[in-house]
């Protein structure tokens, strides 16, 4: 052990109270911000897991059609000047197939569905409501969807056997009272088909669960009169985080329009993210409470050692020890004090897991969602360190700049 | 002229003010002075008359605002801090008048600290010196109290003992039995005195005490900032 170690942990040990005082400051300071950043993190992240399990990482719609405006000058000359004039949509995707099959060779491309998607009235004994029917290709759709593990009540095997079965979500089946086994007509196009309820799926997001009905692509074709092509493919990632740049790829190679999750689900996404910075925020404030305990205890602690500094300045000590010996202080709390408010957030982060709270609405959940994120550890560790670090070098440049002449005349005198 | 090799510690024409403004008093006035090893010297004086200022400047505990420091061999007047705390651990033990230990610290602990810093000697060696340094001021038996569980003379005794440490060539102490009944006080002084000429180190001490200061090889009297 270095003896500035040795003389940091004496000092230390001294001061008992004050220094409790200045580690149970850095133990709630990291403790809270990993408690927070757990929350804040799991909320976001349960959202994005659901939103990908709904709607994919990606969505293929809309085949670009490139505008090229040419004028050329006459009289026989060759010259000509060509100015884009901006993308063109055409809306759907004429040929779902060659896309998917084009789309296997991206390597993070994990699967690719195609989906017809049409307005529609929903017509059950009960009452009429307006609903959007997605034609799917189940067992491709089930490859990039959580729609499997969505369902509440019924089964996908049902679905898979029944021609004319539908996947209702629940807050649409509830308006209709509609239950596994009903029957219900879609009506689009000016014609009427007749559905059975297969399955009730659940995802959490209300605007997913009181607007879907899936039923099979063939179907779905024949309701909207629409006998080829698709409304869009739905694509599911690896590597979810790739998603924007393999959009860009994606629509450079097949002219068609893809939307990465990060982009379709921007405003939640932003609204998360500003939530996480803010709570943030307002748990520095207790690792700010951390660095000034840590300063009021090292600069009580060179007011009571002067003469502890005049010794060991006058055996041969340098400024450069005096001040490591008070920045070993720092260090000491800060590594305890990281390391338990590590241990109280783990706990506390485990405790707020069981906590119940049920929420519907953008997602769907029981109990409190947290994150388990060894950055949210990092961070909440940088902080107390970057503040208690600051706090301390002041009293510690202080107690380095004193004269032992000025100490020990003061004393002596 | 004295054989320059046998002056542990000289210094020349040195002037030292404190204090600022209209309260800035001349204290030291252009004093010279040299310390030979094995010689114990007292600079004696009424309060006030710039001894405790004259030793810290000779300790290079404070920059003199005028004159050279010399310490065997080697000009310290003129040296960056750094210079002048390495000197300080290499080649003067000081002991000063409040004893000035490190409470929190046994007397082993206190005594081994300079060595721990000049990192001459490895830890079992130390530890034999520190005991040993311990044993010749007759604490042999407390080592491993605290400086809160010593009595005053026996915390004094330590500072010796840690002022002897590092072996240095220069001893300083201000007023080192200041704080001391008779009795503590002379048997503080014999040890100084007895372990310096043992070990051929300059001992310089400012004390307020005639029996001390007669008992010494040489006495400088001092009077409003110079030798008389």
């Known amino acids: ?413 | 002229m004295a054989d320059s090799a046998n002056f542990a510690l000289r210094c020349d024409n040195l002037h030292r003010y404190l204090g600022q403004d209209d309260a800035r008093v001349h204290v030291l006035k252009g004093v010279s002075f040299e310390a030979r090893r094995g010689q114990v010297y007292a600079i004696v004086g009424p309060s006030g008359c710039g001894k405790s200022t004259l030793l810290y400047l000779l300790g290079l505990l404070d920059q003199p605002d005028g004159g050279e420091i010399e310490i065997n061999g080697s000009k310290m007047s003129n040296t960056d801090d750094l210079a002048r705390t390495a000197a300080r651990g290499e080649h003067i033990g000081f002991v000063f008048q409040f004893h000035f230990l490190m409470l929190e610290f046994t007397a082993l602990e206190n005594v081994m600290m300079p060595m721990r810093k000049l990192g001459r000697l490895s830890l079992p060696e130390m530890t034999d010196r520190a005991h040993s340094l311990l044993a010749s001021v007759g604490l042999g038996e407390k080592t491993h109290r605290l400086g809160t569980q010593l009595s005053g003379g026996e915390q004094q005794r330590v500072a010796v003992a840690r002022a002897l440490a590092n072996q240095p060539s220069i001893i300083l102490a201000d007023e080192p039995t200041g704080n001391l009944d008779v009795k503590n006080s002379a048997l503080v002084f014999d040890l100084l005195t007895r372990l310096a000429k043992e070990n051929g180190q300059a001992v310089v001490l400012v004390t307020h005490n005639p029996e001390i200061a007669q008992r010494c090889d040489l006495t400088r009297p001092m009077r409003d900032g110079l030798f008389v």
Request: glycine fraction near 8%; aromatic fraction near 8%; proline fraction near 3%.
């Open chain 1, 1 to 413: 052990m270095s003896p500035n170690l040795r003389i940091a942990l004496r000092f230390l040990t001294a001061k008992k109270r004050a220094m409790l005082m200045s580690l149970s400051c850095t133990v709630l300071g990291v403790g809270l911000f990993v408690l927070t950043q757990a929350t804040t993190s799991g909320f976001e992240e349960f959202f994005i897991k659901t939103i990908l399990g709904t709607d994919g990482a990606m969505r293929i719609e809309d085949k670009i059609q490139d505008t090229l405006r040419q004028m050329t000058a006459g009289g026989g000359s060759d010259f000509q000047i060509s100015q884009r004039q901006g993308l063109k949509y055409i809306e759907g995707v004429e040929e779902p197939k060659l896309i998917i099959n084009a789309l296997k060779d991206f390597s993070n491309v994990s699967g690719a569905a195609p989906v017809l998607r049409g307005s529609v009235l929903v017509r059950a004994d009960f009452k009429n409501e307006s609903a959007q029917v997605f034609g799917i290709s189940l067992e491709e759709h089930l490859k990039v969807s959580d729609l499997g593990r969505q369902i509440v009540q019924g089964d996908v095997a049902t679905f898979r056997e029944q021609p004319t079965g539908a996947l209702m979500g629940r807050v649409l089946a509830d308006r209709l009272q509609l239950s596994t086994g009903s029957t219900f007509i879609l009506e689009a196009q000016g014609q009427r088909m007749r559905y059975t309820v297969s399955a009730i799926y659940e995802t959490g997001v209300a605007d997913i669960d009181k607007m879907r009905v899936y039923v099979h692509l063939s179907e779905a074709r024949s309701l909207l009169k629409k006998p080829s092509g698709v409304s869009f493919v739905q694509v599911n990632l690896f590597e979810k985080d790739r998603a924007p740049q393999n959009s860009i790829q994606i629509q450079d190679v097949l002219k068609h329009s893809a939307k990465p999750w990060q982009e379709r689900e921007k405003s939640w996404l932003s609204t998360f993210r500003a939530l996480r910075i803010s709570s943030a925020i307002t748990v520095s404030v207790f690792t700010l409470i951390a660095g000034l305990a840590m300063f009021n205890t090292l600069a009580m602690i060179v007011l009571e050692k002067t003469k502890d500094i005049a010794i060991l300045r006058s055996m041969g000590y340098e400024r450069r020890d005096i001040t490591q010996i008070f920045l070993w202080q720092a260090g000491i709390v800060l590594a305890i004090g990281a390391f338990l408010g590590c241990v109280v957030g783990a706990l506390s982060t485990l405790g707020v897991s069981y906590m119940p709270l049920p929420i519907s609405g953008i997602f769907k959940t029981e109990t409190f969602v947290v994150s388990w994120n060894i950055w949210h550890y990092v961070q909440a560790i940088a902080t107390a360190a970057l503040m208690v670090m600051i706090a301390s070098l002041i009293p510690a440049r202080r107690a380095a700049r004193l004269e032992p002449g000025d100490i020990v005349r003061g004393t002596a005198q």
